[in-house]
């Protein structure tokens, strides 16, 4: 602030002016001001100690998520072995066996019966598989022979060769298989002014 003499100073100064109170308070307003700042200038170091501190360092960028190593097995590892362990157990139990909660017991009890599931559908597929190749054989032999009887007198055109076939349920594949099993000879026949093609035995 201005020294209290210099004010002082000011103030008499302007009474002996004599003039009227809103203008000695305009001219107070305007000489003191300009005053008092140049008495105050802390304001304008302030404002350059604040732009010449350090800027905050920019935050790091996020850590790259960790990569979840398994180490001891975990709950739901412990409730499956001691659902293996314990079959007949109600879950309650297994779950104090394994010291787990009965929630994490009943998720690993689906799960192994999901497993169950799917295992047994493989293992249905498999003997399908299985099944259906050792048919094969069967199938290819019975039509070989349909062949040789339906041929025994001469060529056949293919076309009666594959309708008699089909009723004696023999499919279409399994029949070329045995053509070609039998090596018989595939020729064209004038049967009624079309050229068929006929299958015959060979020699």
């Not at 200038?41 to 010449?52: D, F, H, K, L, W």
């Not at 032999?141 to 007198?153: G, K, V």
């Not at 020729?187 to 015959?200: D, I, K, T």
């Amino acid at each position: 602030m201005l020294p209290a003499a210099d004010i002082a100073e000011i103030i008499s100064s302007l009474a002996s002016l004599k003039l009227e109170p809103a203008t000695t308070a305009a001219v107070l307003g305007a000489v003191l001001v300009p005053l008092l700042r140049s008495a105050h200038p802390q304001q304008p170091a302030q404002q350059r100690q604040r732009a010449e501190r350090p800027r905050a360092k920019p935050r790091k960028a996020a850590q790259q998520k960790r990569e979840y190593k398994r180490g001891a097995p975990d709950a739901r590892d412990r409730a499956h072995a001691a659902l293996k362990a314990n079959p007949g157990v109600s879950l309650t139990k297994v779950a104090a066996i394994a010291g787990v909660s009965r929630s994490t017991v009943c998720n690993a009890a689906r799960e192994l019966e999901a497993e169950a599931r799917r295992e047994a559908r493989r293992e249905a597929k498999r003997k399908s598989h299985e099944k259906s190749k050792a048919a094969q054989p069967e199938r290819r032999q019975r039509a070989q022979q349909f062949l040789r009887d339906a041929l025994a007198h001469g060529p056949k055109p293919v076309s009666d060769l594959e309708a008699s076939a089909e009723r004696a349920h023999i499919d279409v594949g399994t029949l070329q298989q045995a053509r070609s099993d039998l090596g018989l000879v595939i020729s064209r026949g004038n049967a009624g002014g079309v050229q068929a093609v006929q299958w015959s035995l060979p020699g």
